[in-house]
């Protein structure tokens, strides 16, 4: 913990003694005295580390182009927030992890070989009006990661939803393809109908991440392994993954076995898109979603519906950053309704 | 994309009516004094009389259960306008007043007993032994005055006092109510000369906390006229009448006593503020 | 929901291996002691003695005010030299009676005296205790005589005699059970007498099997039960401990008795071992000397008076990096500014930090992790109720219960934005209790 207080304590103004010997010797705080350790920036670097697994994959599918897209948001991320602090001259949360982590995110959201000024203006809008010009860590409504990422797709959509780089390591030679989800949309829109079968193989090439898609959403199992080590680690609870994953089953096998022509299976909509990424690394945003578990898992469930709503029946093949964002404007409600009983029947105040 | 933007505008729209339905639904009959007096009020619900917000105290005042001039900051121009739409005399009020922090016990001056480290507010620090100065009486220097004042005319200065902007000051009191050490006061701005220190510790404690604080050495007592300053438990204090003359501060040994310039900076000035206020 | 243990709560590093082996050491009498008259929750009595007066052990210094109020006794013969405003571990400067030790420790005549008490009934016994100045030793320091006293419609079937000292750091307890657990376990059944209560369960935390060893055989030939309990702050807190060892929920505001239940830390039995079989009053008490910033920690019998800077000095003085003195433990007790607070009857432990042991508070604005939703105890919102205390919008805090905070400290001790949590809600409650009296 190399940044403990120095040895010289907090300062006292009055006590730099000129000739007298100092009068404050000791620290006064109300109690607790101690403390367990933990810091903001030890929460975020469990977060960054939980997403390394699937960021290295990604690597390793996409090639060069997705080390460019991470590096740079990452850099621009941290970058736009220590500019800003020095800007508006607020000190203390530079340093915390937090808006690496937000770089981190965003790139997770982009397609490899996205161009550097794309991934500039989204980390801008992310770190700069969705969090400082909110007040900073702790008072942004909306995911910094996702409000850049919604920016993008809506005033950049060719460069964010068709020039997908289909995975070949080091990618050498880069074709331009769609997303399963774009494609089961296009088959759709095509033929009136999905090829709604999920084959062994598809479903295990979903697994493991073998196709195209953004950085982040390609590899399920690496995502999930992170999302296991944050439970683990009790940087996140179940709720909210849980809610937000079974919802999106449980919705979209409802509209497949009603019409299965026309709706894809429920396992193929978990496991595209970007679900996994969102619902146990953004759906579980300290900042933007509910704080008590029963708050956690309305805001789940409110994210898997709208994610399905969106993907059959909105304008876009994908509906997990809108989910997300939606429900992030319902947190506050959300925590208002539930909050926690108190230890002990509240008694009828004789007093 | 369209079809939302459509769909949302139109949920905005209905929402909008059924709120205004519900307004005038609830809507309670007002007295037309009320608003007119309202619209009197400064309307920056800062709290000051006491109530809630100006809309409040146009009600009572209207319903004869406040005074026309309850409201501290609009001073004499609101309260005549008020007992015009009341339709009862005023007889006028006393002179402008401004706060004023009494201690001048900065970072520099006065010695702190323990490195406090805690919530940025006097009030919480003042839950620990009182505060961290060792004066127990000195300014804490956190800025809670500064937090409350609803017309930001408290600053905090470098050192760690809080410094009042006696032309935004409307002596609307919460800075007086909000500090734990009750150090600020509100004073007439045409007086000029102030005794910064609230401080009763006798003379030798005093002097080991702080450089600037009053040692009841009763010198001012002397020099000024007859009842102008009284000693009160160690601490030299302006009664206010007859004025102390600005060559009482040069007597003070620890330079608690200061000329304090509150706008109002020539004795002529002070003159015709106080022949002003007695016109009214 | 595991059984023997209760919601929340955290894990602190305990180091109770600093003082944990060390017997109980009798303190020499200091050149002075100062002995404040607030010492008891509730109205401070008042001074009977003047400067200059001599007094004897034991004789009566100032006389209870009411009936929440306890007398208070000279802790050695001497001269009163001074009646003057001291810092008081409680966190204020109030009046103290200093008195300049004779050397001789005297006793006041008819003290000191064994006597046999087996014919006391529960009046005469609730006599005693109120007349030996006998308060809840584990902090909280509330009149005995008054906790022996429920009301008719409150009966209390069980009393708990609270040896759990969950507090880091903190072995005074554990010495006092692991070296004289018969006098703890006889002053407990004259408790149990005056309230007429056979059920007697005596709870420590696991993390001291040589005093549950030592309880064990005393306790169970009066037939009363020790559990072993779970090792997890705050586990020795009146509702979760009662929670714990009965299932019994505290109502919200309630006290202990509201389900028929008395809590009694050890240190106060054997107070009252003393005060009903030996008729002393309350003059001395074991403290816990401990922490990385004393050189030799230690736990001393020491006279209520002692200054933490002599108690210190008896364990070899500070260490270079120093940091803060608590009075009490780490995590409930209270810094002090000063060497020359005294120890009082509710002091269990002076504990030294070093500068680096401290938690530097931030006040960085809450992330909304949640940790302290899962720590807190009581259930509350800690989160929410320090951002409106932050705004100071104290009706709020009110409303999401902060009154109900016991102050455990788990929120602040897990929050990663290092927010001090409980200087907020001290402060919230005060504004409250402000405006409520304000209301009367
Ligand atoms: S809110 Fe109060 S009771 Fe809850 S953890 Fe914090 S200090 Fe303990
Ligand atoms: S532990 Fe701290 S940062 Fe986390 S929710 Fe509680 S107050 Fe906020």
Redesign the pocket.
């Known amino acids: 913990m190399e940044e403990r207080l120095p040895d010289a304590g907090p300062k006292a103004p009055g006590t730099k003694e000129k000739t007298e010997e100092p009068i404050a010797r000791f620290l006064v705080s109300s109690s607790p005295h101690v403390h367990e350790g933990i810091r903001?920036r030890s929460v975020m670097g469990l977060v960054i580390v939980a997403l390394l697994p699937a960021s290295v994959f990604s690597i390793y599918l996409f090639g060069l182009p997705a080390l460019f897209t991470i590096l740079v948001s990452v850099a621009s991320a941290a970058g736009f927030e220590w500019l800003w602090q020095k800007v508006v001259r607020r000190p203390g949360t530079a340093g915390d992890l937090s808006a690496v982590l937000t770089g981190l995110l965003l790139a997770l959201n982009l397609p490899a070989g996205s161009p550097w000024w794309l991934i500039l203006v989204g980390n801008l809008f992310a770190i700069v009006v969705a969090k400082q010009l909110y007040g900073g860590i702790?008072y942004n409504i909306f995911n910094p990661a996702l409000v850049g990422r919604v920016v993008l797709l809506v005033a950049f959509p060719v460069h964010m939803t068709s020039r997908w780089i289909s995975p070949s390591a080091w990618g050498m030679d880069a074709v331009t393809t769609a997303t399963p989800l774009g494609r089961a949309r296009e088959a759709l829109l095509a033929t009136g109908s999905v090829d709604a079968a999920l084959t062994r193989n598809e479903a295990i090439d979903l697994l493991i991440g073998n196709r195209a898609g953004s950085l982040g959403e390609v590899s399920v199992i690496l995502l999930l392994i992170g999302g296991i080590f944050l439970l683990a680690k009790r940087v996140i609870t179940w709720h909210a993954p849980v809610a937000f994953i079974g919802s999106v089953w449980a919705m979209a096998g409802i509209f497949h076995l009603a019409n299965p022509a026309r709706f894809a299976d429920p396992s193929f909509h978990v496991l595209t898109g970007g679900l996994f990424l969102g619902a146990f690394f953004m759906a579980t945003d300290?900042v933007t979603t509910p704080?008590a578990p029963a708050g956690k898992i309305v805001f789940g469930i409110g994210c898997g519906v709208v994610t399905v709503v969106i993907r059959l029946f909105g304008s876009y093949p994908e509906g997990v950053s809108f989910g997300i964002l939606l429900m992030n404007a319902f947190t506050p409600l959300i925590d208002r309704a539930f909050k926690p009983a108190v230890f002990g029947a509240r008694r009828a105040k004789t007093a | 994309m369209v079809a939302a933007i459509i769909a949302l505008s139109a949920l905005a729209l209905v929402a909008s009516f059924g709120l205004a339905m519900v307004a005038r639904a609830f809507a309670v009959p007002v007295d037309p004094k009320v608003e007119e007096i309202e619209g009197a009020l400064p309307g920056a619900n800062c709290g000051g009389c006491g109530l809630p917000g100006c809309s409040e105290l146009a009600r009572r005042i209207a319903e004869g259960r406040a005074d026309v001039d309850a409201c501290p900051v609009g001073g004499e121009s609101v309260a005549r306008s008020i007992s015009r739409i009341m339709g009862v005399a005023f007889a006028g009020g006393g002179a402008r007043k401004t706060a004023l922090v009494f201690c001048a016990g900065d970072d520099e001056t006065a010695r702190r007993r323990f490195y406090y480290n805690g919530v940025k507010d006097c009030a919480s620090a003042a839950l620990l032994f009182g505060g961290d100065k060792l004066c127990g009486y000195g300014c804490l220097g956190l800025g809670t005055c500064a937090g409350v004042c609803p017309f930001g005319a408290i600053e905090m200065s470098a050192l760690g006092l809080p410094v009042i902007d006696p032309s935004k000051c409307t002596a609307c009191n919460k800075c007086v109510l909000a500090c734990p050490k009750k150090i600020i006061k509100l004073v007439p701005v045409s007086r000029r000369v102030h005794i910064l220190c609230s401080s009763h510790d006798k003379g030798a404690k005093v002097r080991k906390a702080c450089s600037v604080g009053c040692i009841a050495c009763t010198k001012c007592v002397k020099e000024a006229p007859e009842g102008a300053i009284a000693m009160q438990d160690n601490l030299a204090v302006a009664s206010g009448v007859p004025e102390i003359p600005d060559s009482v501060a040069a007597v003070c040994p620890m330079n608690t006593i200061r000329v304090v310039d509150l706008g109002i900076s020539a004795p002529a000035d002070a003159a015709g503020a106080a022949a002003e206020g007695a016109a009214s | 929901m595991k059984s023997g243990t209760f919601f929340g709560g955290v894990h602190p590093r305990y180091e109770k291996d600093l003082a944990g082996g060390r017997p109980i050491e009798t303190m020499p009498l200091p050149a002075r002691l100062v002995v404040p008259f607030a010492q008891n929750l509730g109205a401070a009595p008042k001074p009977v003695v003047k400067k200059g007066d001599e007094v004897k052990r034991g004789q009566l210094i100032a006389e209870p005010q009411g009936f929440v109020s306890v007398p208070l006794h000279a802790p050695t013969s001497g001269v009163v030299q001074a009646i003057d405003v001291f810092p008081h571990p409680v966190g204020a400067d109030l009046p103290a009676v200093v008195i300049v030790p004779d050397g001789k420790d005297e006793w006041a005549p008819g003290l000191n005296v064994e006597r046999d008490a087996g014919d006391l009934g529960a009046d005469a016994l609730r006599g005693v205790i109120r007349d030996a100045g006998l308060v809840g030793m584990g902090g909280a320091a509330f009149p005995t005589h008054v906790k022996l006293s429920p009301p008719k419609d409150k009966p209390i079937d069980v009393l708990v005699l609270n040896g759990a000292e969950c507090e880091p750091y903190l072995t005074a307890d554990h010495r006092l059970m692991a070296e004289r657990p018969a006098e703890i376990v006889e002053g407990a059944s004259w408790f149990a007498k005056a309230l007429g209560v056979e059920n007697v369960i005596v709870a420590v935390e696991k993390n001291k099997p040589d005093a549950i060893a030592a309880m064990r055989p005393a306790a169970e030939a009066r037939g009363y039960a020790v559990r072993a309990l779970d090792v997890v702050y705050p586990q020795g807190a009146e509702r979760q401990l009662i929670f714990a060892l009965t299932g019994r929920r505290v109502p919200a505001g309630g006290l202990p008795m509201d389900v028929g239940v008395l809590v009694q830390n050890v240190g106060t039995c054997y107070a009252a071992f003393e005060a009903v079989r030996r008729n002393r009053p309350l003059t001395e008490r074991v403290v816990c000397v401990t922490g990385r910033g004393v050189a030799n920690p230690k736990n001393v019998l020491a006279r209520i008076g002692t200054t933490f800077g002599d108690a210190i000095a008896f364990c070899g003085g500070l260490r270079e990096d120093a940091g803060k003195i608590i009075g009490g433990g780490p995590m409930m007790g209270v810094a002090q500014y000063s060497l020359d607070a005294p120890v009082t009857k509710g002091t269990s432990g002076i504990v030294v930090l070093t500068r680096r042991e401290a938690v530097q508070y931030a006040g960085?604005?809450?992330?909304?992790?949640?940790?302290?939703?899962r720590?807190c105890p009581m259930l509350l919102n800690?989160?929410v109720l320090?951002?409106y205390a932050e705004r100071l919008r104290f009706d709020e805090t009110a409303a999401h219960h902060v009154l109900d905070c016991i102050e455990c400290g788990c929120?602040?001790y897990?929050?990663?934005?290092?927010?001090p949590?409980v200087h907020h809600f001290r402060r919230a409650k005060a504004e409250i209790r402000k405006k409520q009296a304000r209301a009367v």
């Open positions: 903001i702790g300290y704080l | 960085d604005p809450c992330i909304r992790c949640g940790r302290c939703l720590a800690p989160s320090s951002v929120c602040a897990v929050c990663p934005s290092r927010r949590m």
